[in-house]
């Protein structure tokens, strides 16, 4: 198990706390308020190196351990959901090329994702195949050294804004799930493009779009690794991903807990701090327990992916459905603590529980998580 006592992992957690407080916390509400893509802490990141971390060195990056992207989006997180699907997202669009692609292929795009020179989205949804994405409607179709996609994908994280995508569409629908591939588009290409950009409950600085691909040609050599492997590159993408996500629902979790701390020690009611009430401090205990049990998933199932254990695909579920409940009660119960003033703008609270919802719905539902999780049980 990782231990975040080594000292490398506890000296990157300070900096980048360091950096999440000083850049990040005082953008968060002015990011949600205006829905607007923070591109000043989308610079940072990239200037700081937080890209590269899903890269492998021989690749341009700095990979050193699943953990270090887990740490990285839970710390940003803290602050401002929405920042950290910048880092999120572009390790889950990057992912089914480092899963599936040829060494050409992780050579060429791999300095340019680590480095921030482009952005890539992971686009998988489409309006009539969400957690059923082998019902997927895009078509891809081959034509001499070329395929024509046509087809929409939407919910896309970064879409609206993205250089890349990686896209799936099935190139012999009458395989089935075998019949699907996946691609490298560029957002250059004729035939792309960006038909909505969502409206949301939360996460309103993350761009989501629906992507409309209309005789979009790309060269055959962007036909990551082979056809009809699409699939098995998103499942094991997202096997990659949750934990991640798991991560990001302990990050929101932890700055709301951080929050109520504060409040519960500054709002004096009945002549005291309503901290020193029981019934305040026995739910600051519980969350903090549920966040800590939680974070600890998290931290196994970024391991068991490093390790390409056969448990990986389980543990990545369960991280993110324990870590998701947690945020999504965590955040309701800071909220709680603060009253009144939990329900107003004003204050964090409100925001931190509008965006941990997201983690229960993306990269499959807990509904899917539970389906996964039974499935490897009654294996
Ligand atoms: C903000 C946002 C960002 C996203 N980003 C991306 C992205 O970057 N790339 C991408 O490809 N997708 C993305 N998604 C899509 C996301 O992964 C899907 O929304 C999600 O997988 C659920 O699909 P759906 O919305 O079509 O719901 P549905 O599949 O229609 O599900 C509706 C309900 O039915 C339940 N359900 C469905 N099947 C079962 C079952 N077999 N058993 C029990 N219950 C079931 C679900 O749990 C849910 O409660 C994003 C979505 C959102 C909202």
């Given at each position: 198990m990782y231990l975040l006592h080594t000292e490398e992992l506890k000296m990157f957690v300070g900096q980048l706390r360091k950096m999440v407080d000083n850049k990040v916390v005082p953008r968060a509400a002015e990011i949600d308020e205006k829905g607007e893509f923070p591109w000043d802490l989308k610079e940072l990141f990239q200037e700081t190196g937080l890209f590269g971390l899903a890269v492998p060195e021989q690749y341009g990056g700095a990979h050193q351990g699943h953990i270090y992207t887990c740490l990285a989006v839970e710390e940003i997180a803290r602050a401002c959901v929405s920042s950290s699907l910048i880092v999120q997202g572009q390790a889950l669009g990057w992912d089914p090329i480092l899963i599936g692609g040829t060494e050409a292929q992780k050579k060429k795009y791999g300095p340019m994702v680590s480095t921030g020179e482009v952005i890539i989205s992971f686009g998988l949804t489409e309006p009539g195949a969400g957690s059923d994405s082998g019902a997927m409607a895009t078509r891809a179709v081959k034509k001499g050294d070329k395929y024509i996609i046509n087809g929409t994908k939407c919910f896309i994280t970064n879409g609206p804004v993205a250089n890349l995508i990686t896209v799936f569409a099935m190139?012999?629908?009458?395989?089935?799930?075998?019949?699907i591939s996946a691609f490298v588009v560029p957002t250059d290409a004729p035939g792309y493009s960006v038909a909505r950009w969502e409206s949301k409950m939360g996460i309103k600085g993350s761009p989501t779009g629906q992507l409309v691909f209309e005789d979009v040609e790309i060269p055959?050599?962007?036909?990551?690794?082979?056809?009809?492997?699409g699939f098995v590159y998103a499942m094991q993408t997202l096997d990659r991903s949750r934990p991640v996500i798991g991560a990001q629902a302990c990050g929101v979790a932890k700055g709301a807990l951080e929050h109520a701390i504060k409040y519960a020690k500054e709002r004096v009611q009945f002549g005291k701090p309503i901290g020193n009430f029981q019934g305040i401090g026995w739910m600051l205990a519980d969350m903090a327990s549920e966040i800590d049990a939680a974070r600890s998933l998290v931290y196994q199932a970024a391991q068991l992916i490093d390790e390409d254990n056969p448990n990986r695909s389980y543990l990545s579920a369960a991280s993110k459905l324990v870590a998701s409940n947690t945020a999504m009660k965590v955040t309701t119960d800071a909220l709680q603590i603060a009253g009144g003033y939990g329900y107003m703008t004003e204050f964090p609270f409100e925001r931190m529980m509008r965006d941990a919802k997201i983690t229960q719905i993306y990269e499959g539902t807990n509904q899917i998580m539970k389906l996964i999780i039974s499935r490897e049980l009654l294996k």
């Open positions: 190139t012999d629908a009458s395989k089935g799930v075998k019949g055959a050599e962007n036909l990551i690794g082979q056809e009809g492997k």
